[in-house]
Structures are given as structure tokens and as C-alpha cells.
């Protein structure tokens, strides 16, 4: 498969930590049917390096963090750490694993137990993953600090309902910073934060990975976010990956009819004069309306994308495309890239096997 | 930028397909039992508004003292209009709305203003604060209704989506029950459900079509405003774009009046006519939209725009706002935002937070709170704002 020649727009900033190597997530439900949750996905993660997994919900974006997480056991597929293959079968093997690899959750209100105090939820994880001889006083302080919940004596008592927003994300970031982790997995870790916060909280997280080399998947349906913060940008789409690239060009010059939908569904008030307000349903080249890839929706033959786009065709509803590279950082799942991205495909890419339909 | 070629080709063909939906949907909502026919026709922005709010202060009483959630507040709703109520967590915005329709209770109290009403179907104009409960009962929801912010929580989880249709249309409306089955119907197919969805319940349906159930409950009665609290926070953009474009749409066909609550400003940039920007309890800036996003005055509407990444265009340098809101129990002197405020000077302690006109603007009645800062004051040097900013470099 041609995903394998592609290189990460990451790779330049660290050396590799974690590999994700076809990973494959079913859920059964109901009677005998089964929900291909997560299919197929591969990629690397590099110290000091943020890759974002862009899509909506139910893409499987949140599924795929849970499988890295050793949280859900995987259907098929391999996840290496630092080139060794994880077994969390262990109660031992599991918690070594999670001192390497973090995951900080969506929403700051319920993933803080309402009956403990910051203390212990920052005493907890030291202990538990810094072993008996952990200063655990002086560690909590250096914690809070490091996310900036300034002066720590003031938060040590408090309990979640006492805090902000914007306060509990950094005690969730303190919390998941307490294992020292090399892998950091931030499942929309600012979405449900004020607009005005989120920011802010971008930057610490930023400041975290330089000084820590934390490997960083930063999960987002908010794609503008992921131009700013991301090296990398996988956009995920009914469980596959339909397009990975840098995050400039991802977002600048779109590829899959998918991606580009979700460039045109981003506010965009430089772009006053096609707005909503004007009544015009400024859309991309697909149709929002086609139901996200929910249960009921999600094309079970041929591309997953294919009952909401534009350009599909009798191919596009009987087989799936694979990542067809576009450049040596670039891939994009679509039998119909000439069209829907011809300046990308125009020029024939370099030792690519584009598409020729 | 050079994705525009691919885009604009691609637009018309799906444009017209959206066109010919939205057609779809007004003719089935003409065709509905009483649907759209009232109300067809709205008034132009501007004229005599249909709700207004003046001197409006609420109180939330705490052993600890006052928190003064809303202050002295001043706002007018256009029949027609989008008017957006923009501020974070606490800065009062839905304690103003809800207080303006007496949805509150102790603690919250109100403790100064008037909220005149001006409807098409009442008589003369009443102050809402003053009603009666019965004359209460006849406002809420037939002529001003409202749309929660969390969809999850707001639908009746054990009632299916038509039996809520139904609860609603049923409380206030006289109606004999096939006409509200129908009714029931139209009003899904006017928020674009499938009428094979009325006998869903909640957890079957996803999230946007949770927030479409609730848009639907909110026409049921085709009120002349309604109050939108964070609709689309919890909804990813591809479903938000939707449904923004869809309550636009229904506005237009209907004509209702919408005050819209979210902290999201670039989302207000694009769906209200005018913009209140709200913090800690004081408007800070009223403006139109477009003034708004060409000529913010008030140091905090400029930090707001700087807030959110950009997806096109160059990449800016980002700055945030730095720092929190202040405690409302015990609010600095002067302007509450002068702690935050890149261009704060030792002055800003007298400032009384009086609304004051922006004579440059293009816009007639764009005010301002801060008597220093004009639209085209040059922003602070970085070391006296954030130290934050890094990400846009």
C-alpha cells in the first residue's frame, strides 16, 4: 500500500516514538451488526511533534486515542513504542505503559472527581507512577506550575467546582504531566473551553511538548486550530483515513472532497461577503446534509464518503480507495483527485502511484 | 487561497441542489396546517424593536455578598433581526436573556429595569418584568421562545420526538389533535428531519438532530423571538455551518426575531446583524457585524477577534486574552477589564462604563465602553499584553 512510502510532515522534529500500524477497532451492536469503528489506520508520532486527527463525530478520531491509550483492545493491528511492540495484557504491563502514554480527555467538568480536591488528583498519578521515593509535595507544587495554576497553594485545596474551565483542563493537563509521559494523547482538549480561553490553552500545550518533547496527537474536529498548532494533520473520515499532509498545505490546498467540506464549514468572518447572513448556504463541494457517518448513514460499500460527494461515481460506490500519494508528505483517499484537487495531481507527483481513473 | 479555483467550480452545482431544498422546504412549510402563514413578512431591521430591554440589573444574592451578574444593561431586539450577545463563561449573557423572560429564581433577582415586549399579536406594549403569571404563560413560548443550549439534557428522554412536538404544540396552542399530528410533521420537515424520525426517541437520534428536535419545539408555536443559547457548541462545524444556515433560513421564511447567546464571536461575525459584546455584566461595545469586524473599538472585542486561528489567509500572530474575569462579588473600580487589558492605563480606574458613541464609525449607533481605545489605536506592544503568542509565529 502506498502509505507506507509516505513520510510524516512530523518526522523532522523528533525522533519516532509511537507507530500505529493498521489499526482496527470493531464494535459489535445490536444483532450481528458490526461497526467498523476505526479501519485501517496507521501513523507515527514523533518527540516534540504534534500530529492532529481532524474529523467529526463518530469518525472514530476519539475510538483511535482510546486504542493508543490501551483502553480499548484492538481488533487487529500493532501499536509500537519506541520500536517495541505493546502488550498491555498485565495489570504491571498496563500501568508501565500509561506512565509512557497519557491521554487528557474532552471535558474538563466530568473527567475531575467533583468529591477530591486538586491535591489528590495530582497525588494520586505521582505516586502510583513515581514510585515511594517521589517527593510528592514538592512535585505536585512543580506540576502546577508547569501548567501555570499559579501560586499552587491557593489550588491545592480547591475542589473541580471551585475552578474555571479553563483551571480544570490545566489540572487534567497536570494530572496526565504527573506520570511523565513521552506520549501525550489530547482528546479535543479545548473544545469545550470559552473561545477566548482556548488560546491560551493551546499555547501551554505547546510549551509542554517543547519542554517535555512530549509526542503529541492533538484530536480536533476544529481544523483552523489544527493549522496553528499541528505538524501533521490526518483527516478522518467513517473510521479511515482519507487525508494526511502538513497542516499548512492541508488546509490551504485541501485534496479530498471530505477535507475540503470541512475548510468550508469553518466560521470564516474575513469572508463576509457569502455568509450566512446573506442567506446563501456557502458550501463546499459536498453537502453537509448527507447525515454525518453515524451508525445509519456511513456507506458500507466503496468509499465511506461517497453518498455525500459531489464527484462520486459507480467506482467511488464499489470500491474503497487507499491513500493515493500526492506528494512524499501527502496522501489523499479519492479515486477522483484530477478532479476534485487538479492542481494538486496535475503535475505528475514524484515516484507517486497517482491515480489514473 | 489557491483552493479557490477547485471551490468555486464545485459550488454551483451543489448551490443550486441547496436552493432547490430550502424552495422545498418553504413551500411544504406554506403547505403545512398553520405554518409561516402569520408571520410571512418580517420587518426590517431597525424599526420599532419587539423586545427591549433597559436599565436591566440582576443580582445573584450570595451569603458572601452580591454577585452583580447584569449591570445597567441596554438592549434593543429589531423585529427581523440577529442580534448576538457575545462574552465568556460569566460575563452574564444568558442571566440577562433568561432574566429578561423571568426565567430565574431565587438567588438570581432582578433588581432594576424593564423588559418591554411589542409584539404583532398583543395588543399594546408590556413590560415583561411587571406580567402577572397567567399573562406570563401567554408569552412564553408562543411569543418568545427558547432554544437550550445542551439538546442532551433539554429533550424528555422517555418521550419520543413526536409526543414533545406534541406537548408543546398542546400547551399552547388550541388545536384538535390531527391538526397537531400534522403540525407535528411540518415542523420536523421544516428543520429537514425525516418525518420517520417522530416516533425516535432522544438517544437515537445524533446530536444535530437532537439540536434540530429543539429548533422545531421552539417553532412550534411560532413565536416572534427566539432566544438561542449556544445551539451549536456542542455540534462539530460541518453540522453547525448546517444548521446555522438552516435557522437563517427559517428566519427569513418566518420571520422571527433571534437573540443569539455564544462566546464563539466569529460565528456571530457571520450570522448576527448586530453584535453586544458582554463583559462582566456590562456591555463593552454594541456594534453592526461588519463594524464589529473591520472597527472593533473596546480592547476587549479586539482581544476576542484575536482569539480564534484563521483557516485562511496569512498566518497571524495569535495573542488570546490573557489572564480570567474578575470576581463579580467585589468588581475592580472602574473598567472590570482594565486588569486584562493591554492598553490599560492608571485612568481606567474612573472609567464609568457609559456607553459611549464611536464617531469614526460607519455605523450610526456603534458604541463603546472605553473612552481611550478608538478603532484605530495601535495595538500594545507584546510585553505589556500577553506573554502568549508564540502559536502564530
Given at each position: 500500500m502506498?502509505?507506507?512510502?509516505?513520510?510524516?510532515?512530523?518526522a523532522?522534529?523528533?525522533?519516532?516514538?509511537?507507530?500505529?500500524?493498521?489499526?482496527s477497532?470493531?464494535?459489535?451492536?445490536?444483532?450481528?451488526?458490526?461497526?467498523?469503528a476505526?479501519?485501517d489506520?496507521?501513523?507515527n508520532?514523533?518527540?516534540?511533534?504534534v500530529?492532529?486527527?481532524v474529523?467529526?463525530s463518530?469518525?472514530g478520531?476519539?475510538?483511535?486515542a482510546?486504542?493508543?491509550?490501551?483502553?480499548?483492545?484492538l481488533?487487529?493491528?500493532?501499536?509500537?513504542?519506541?520500536?517495541?511492540q505493546?502488550e498491555v495484557?498485565?495489570?504491571g504491563g498496563?500501568?508501565?505503559?500509561k506512565?509512557?502514554?497519557?491521554?487528557?480527555?474532552?471535558?474538563?467538568?466530568?473527567?475531575?472527581?467533583?468529591?477530591?480536591?486538586v491535591r489528590y488528583h495530582?497525588?494520586?498519578?505521582?505516586?502510583?507512577h513515581?514510585?515511594?521515593?517521589?517527593?510528592?509535595?514538592?512535585?505536585?507544587?512543580?506540576?502546577?506550575?508547569?501548567v501555570?495554576?499559579?501560586?499552587?497553594?491557593?489550588f491545592l485545596?480547591?475542589y473541580?467546582?471551585?475552578?474555571?474551565?479553563?483551571q480544570?483542563?490545566?489540572?487534567?493537563?497536570?494530572r496526565?504531566?504527573?506520570?511523565?509521559?513521552?506520549?501525550?494523547?489530547?482528546?479535543?482538549?479545548?473544545?469545550?473551553?470559552?473561545?477566548s480561553i482556548r488560546l491560551?490553552?493551546?499555547?501551554?500545550?505547546?510549551?509542554?511538548?517543547?519542554r517535555?518533547?512530549?509526542?503529541?496527537?492533538y484530536?480536533?474536529h476544529d481544523?483552523a486550530s489544527a493549522?496553528?498548532f499541528?505538524?501533521?494533520?490526518?483527516?478522518m473520515?467513517?473510521g479511515?483515513?482519507v487525508?494526511r499532509?502538513?497542516?499548512?498545505e492541508?488546509?490551504q490546498?485541501p485534496?479530498h472532497p471530505?477535507?475540503?467540506?470541512?475548510?468550508?464549514?469553518?466560521?470564516d468572518?474575513?469572508?463576509?461577503?457569502?455568509t450566512?447572513?446573506?442567506?446563501?448556504?456557502?458550501q463546499?463541494?459536498a453537502?453537509?446534509s448527507?447525515?454525518?457517518?453515524n451508525?445509519?448513514g456511513?456507506?458500507?460499500?466503496?468509499?465511506?464518503?461517497?453518498?455525500?460527494?459531489?464527484f462520486a461515481?459507480d467506482k467511488?460506490?464499489?470500491?474503497?480507495p487507499?491513500?493515493?500519494?500526492?506528494?512524499?508528505?501527502?496522501?489523499a483517499?479519492c479515486?477522483?483527485?484530477?478532479v476534485?484537487?487538479?492542481?494538486l495531481?496535475?503535475?505528475?507527483?514524484e515516484?507517486g502511484?497517482?491515480?489514473?481513473? | 487561497m489557491?483552493a479557490?479555483?477547485a471551490?468555486?467550480?464545485?459550488?454551483d452545482?451543489?448551490?443550486?441542489r441547496a436552493?432547490d431544498?430550502?424552495?422545498h422546504?418553504a413551500?411544504?412549510?406554506?403547505?403545512?396546517p398553520?405554518?409561516?402563514?402569520?408571520?410571512?413578512?418580517?420587518?426590517?431591521?431597525g424599526?420599532?424593536?419587539v423586545?427591549?430591554i433597559r436599565?436591566l440589573?440582576?443580582?445573584?444574592?450570595?451569603?458572601?455578598?452580591d454577585?452583580?451578574?447584569?449591570?445597567?444593561?441596554?438592549?434593543a431586539?429589531?423585529?427581523?433581526?440577529?442580534?448576538?450577545?457575545?462574552?465568556?463563561?460569566?460575563?452574564g449573557?444568558?442571566?440577562?436573556?433568561?432574566?429578561?423572560?423571568?426565567?430565574?429564581?431565587?438567588p438570581?433577582?432582578?433588581?432594576?429595569g424593564?423588559?418591554?415586549?411589542?409584539?404583532?399579536r398583543?395588543?399594546?406594549?408590556?413590560?415583561?418584568?411587571k406580567?402577572r403569571?397567567?399573562?406570563l404563560r401567554?408569552?412564553?413560548?408562543?411569543?418568545?421562545?427558547?432554544v437550550?443550549?445542551s439538546?442532551?439534557?433539554?429533550?424528555?428522554p422517555?418521550l419520543?420526538?413526536?409526543?414533545?412536538l406534541l406537548?408543546?404544540?398542546?400547551?399552547h396552542?388550541?388545536?384538535?389533535?390531527?391538526?397537531?399530528?400534522s403540525?407535528?410533521a411540518?415542523?420536523?420537515?421544516?428543520?429537514?428531519?425525516?418525518?420517520s424520525?417522530?416516533?425516535s426517541?432522544?438517544?437515537?437520534?445524533?446530536?444535530?438532530?437532537?439540536?434540530?428536535?429543539?429548533?422545531?419545539m421552539a417553532?412550534?408555536?411560532e413565536?416572534?423571538?427566539?432566544i438561542?443559547?449556544?445551539?451549536?457548541?456542542?455540534l462539530?462545524?460541518?453540522?453547525?455551518?448546517?444548521i446555522?444556515a438552516q435557522?437563517?433560513e427559517?428566519?427569513?421564511?418566518?420571520?422571527?426575531?433571534?437573540?443569539?447567546i455564544?462566546?464563539d464571536?466569529?460565528?456571530l461575525l457571520?450570522?448576527?446583524?448586530?453584535?453586544?459584546?458582554?463583559y462582566?455584566g456590562?456591555f463593552?461595545?454594541?456594534?453592526t457585524?461588519?463594524e464589529?469586524?473591520?472597527?472593533?473599538?473596546h480592547?476587549?472585542?479586539k482581544?476576542?477577534l484575536?482569539?480564534f486561528?484563521?483557516?485562511?489567509g496569512?498566518?497571524?500572530?495569535l495573542?488570546?486574552i490573557?489572564?480570567?474575569?474578575?470576581?463579580?462579588r467585589?468588581?475592580?473600580?472602574g473598567c472590570?477589564f482594565?486588569?486584562?487589558?493591554?492598553y490599560a492605563?492608571?485612568e481606567c480606574?474612573d472609567v464609568d462604563m457609559?456607553?459611549?458613541?464611536?464617531?469614526t464609525?460607519?455605523?450610526?449607533?456603534h458604541?463603546?465602553?472605553?473612552p481611550?481605545?478608538?478603532?484605530d489605536?495601535?495595538a500594545p506592544?507584546?510585553?505589556s499584553g500577553?506573554?502568549a503568542?508564540?502559536l502564530?509565529t
Amino acid at each position: 500500500m502506498s502509505e507506507q512510502t509516505l513520510m510524516s510532515a512530523a518526522a523532522a522534529r523528533g525522533p519516532l516514538a509511537m507507530e500505529a500500524i493498521s489499526l482496527s477497532k470493531d464494535f459489535r451492536i445490536g444483532r450481528g451488526d458490526t461497526l467498523h469503528a476505526v479501519q485501517d489506520v496507521s501513523f507515527n508520532l514523533y518527540r516534540g511533534a504534534v500530529v492532529a486527527l481532524v474529523g467529526e463525530s463518530g469518525s472514530g478520531k476519539s475510538t483511535a486515542a482510546r486504542l493508543l491509550a490501551g483502553q480499548e483492545r484492538l481488533t487487529s493491528g500493532t501499536i509500537r513504542l519506541d520500536g517495541k511492540q505493546v502488550e498491555v495484557s498485565s495489570r504491571g504491563g498496563f500501568r508501565r505503559y500509561k506512565s509512557e502514554v497519557q491521554l487528557v480527555f474532552q471535558d474538563p467538568f466530568s473527567s475531575l472527581n467533583p468529591i477530591h480536591t486538586v491535591r489528590y488528583h495530582l497525588e494520586r498519578p505521582v505516586k502510583l507512577h513515581q514510585g515511594k521515593d517521589a517527593n510528592v509535595g514538592q512535585e505536585v507544587v512543580s506540576l502546577m506550575e508547569q501548567v501555570r495554576l499559579t501560586p499552587a497553594k491557593q489550588f491545592l485545596a480547591k475542589y473541580p467546582h471551585e475552578l474555571s474551565g479553563g483551571q480544570r483542563q490545566r489540572v487534567s493537563f497536570a494530572r496526565a504531566l504527573a506520570a511523565r509521559p513521552r506520549v501525550l494523547l489530547a482528546d479535543e482538549p479545548v473544545s469545550m473551553l470559552d473561545v477566548s480561553i482556548r488560546l491560551e490553552m493551546l499555547n501551554l500545550l505547546d510549551d509542554l511538548r517543547q519542554r517535555f518533547r512530549l509526542a503529541m496527537l492533538y484530536i480536533t474536529h476544529d481544523i483552523a486550530s489544527a493549522r496553528y498548532f499541528a505538524d501533521e494533520i490526518l483527516v478522518m473520515y467513517a473510521g479511515e483515513i482519507v487525508e494526511r499532509g502538513p497542516a499548512e498545505e492541508v488546509t490551504q490546498v485541501p485534496a479530498h472532497p471530505y477535507t475540503q467540506l470541512l475548510v468550508a464549514s469553518a466560521p470564516d468572518p474575513d469572508n463576509l461577503g457569502s455568509t450566512l447572513r446573506a442567506g446563501g448556504r456557502r458550501q463546499g463541494p459536498a453537502t453537509a446534509s448527507g447525515r454525518p457517518q453515524n451508525l445509519d448513514g456511513a456507506a458500507t460499500q466503496g468509499c465511506p464518503f461517497n453518498p455525500r460527494c459531489p464527484f462520486a461515481d459507480d467506482k467511488c460506490r464499489r470500491e474503497d480507495p487507499a491513500l493515493m500519494q500526492i506528494s512524499d508528505t501527502r496522501g489523499a483517499a479519492c479515486w477522483h483527485l484530477d478532479v476534485a484537487a487538479p492542481e494538486l495531481v496535475s503535475r505528475p507527483p514524484e515516484g507517486g502511484d497517482a491515480t489514473t481513473t | 487561497m489557491s483552493a479557490d479555483p477547485a471551490a468555486d467550480r464545485a459550488i454551483d452545482p451543489v448551490g443550486s441542489r441547496a436552493l432547490d431544498r430550502a424552495a422545498h422546504r418553504a413551500t411544504s412549510a406554506a403547505a403545512g396546517p398553520a405554518a409561516g402563514s402569520s408571520l410571512a413578512g418580517a420587518g426590517a431591521p431597525g424599526s420599532s424593536p419587539v423586545l427591549d430591554i433597559r436599565d436591566l440589573s440582576i443580582v445573584y444574592r450570595t451569603p458572601a455578598g452580591d454577585v452583580r451578574a447584569v449591570d445597567q444593561v441596554n438592549l434593543a431586539l429589531g423585529a427581523g433581526e440577529v442580534v448576538g450577545l457575545a462574552g465568556e463563561s460569566g460575563s452574564g449573557k444568558s442571566t440577562l436573556a433568561y432574566g429578561a423572560c423571568r426565567l430565574l429564581r431565587a438567588p438570581a433577582l432582578v433588581t432594576n429595569g424593564s423588559v418591554i415586549y411589542r409584539g404583532r399579536r398583543v395588543s399594546r406594549p408590556a413590560d415583561i418584568l411587571k406580567m402577572r403569571p397567567d399573562e406570563l404563560r401567554r408569552l412564553r413560548w408562543r411569543e418568545i421562545a427558547i432554544v437550550f443550549q445542551s439538546a442532551m439534557n433539554a429533550l424528555n428522554p422517555v418521550l419520543n420526538v413526536r409526543d414533545q412536538l406534541l406537548d408543546a404544540i398542546h400547551a399552547h396552542l388550541k388545536m384538535p389533535r390531527d391538526e397537531a399530528n400534522s403540525r407535528a410533521a411540518s415542523l420536523l420537515d421544516l428543520v429537514g428531519i425525516p418525518r420517520s424520525r417522530l416516533r425516535s426517541y432522544p438517544h437515537e437520534l445524533s446530536g444535530g438532530m437532537r439540536q434540530r428536535v429543539m429548533i422545531a419545539m421552539a417553532l412550534a408555536a411560532e413565536p416572534e423571538i427566539i432566544i438561542m443559547d449556544e445551539p451549536t457548541t456542542a455540534l462539530d462545524v460541518v453540522v453547525q455551518r448546517d444548521i446555522l444556515a438552516q435557522i437563517v433560513e427559517l428566519k427569513d421564511t418566518l420571520g422571527f426575531s433571534i437573540l443569539f447567546i455564544t462566546h464563539d464571536l466569529s460565528l456571530l461575525l457571520e450570522l448576527a446583524d448586530r453584535i453586544a459584546v458582554m463583559y462582566a455584566g456590562q456591555f463593552v461595545e454594541i456594534a453592526t457585524s461588519d463594524e464589529v469586524h473591520r472597527e472593533a473599538a473596546h480592547p476587549y472585542t479586539k482581544g476576542l477577534l484575536n482569539s480564534f486561528p484563521s483557516l485562511r489567509g496569512p498566518r497571524r500572530e495569535l495573542a488570546g486574552i490573557p489572564g480570567s474575569p474578575p470576581d463579580l462579588r467585589n468588581p475592580p473600580p472602574g473598567c472590570p477589564f482594565a486588569p486584562r487589558c493591554g492598553y490599560a492605563r492608571p485612568e481606567c480606574r474612573d472609567v464609568d462604563m457609559r456607553l459611549l458613541p464611536v464617531t469614526t464609525s460607519r455605523d450610526p449607533d456603534h458604541v463603546t465602553a472605553c473612552p481611550f481605545v478608538l478603532p484605530d489605536t495601535p495595538a500594545p506592544s507584546v510585553a505589556s499584553g500577553s506573554p502568549a503568542g508564540e502559536l502564530g509565529t
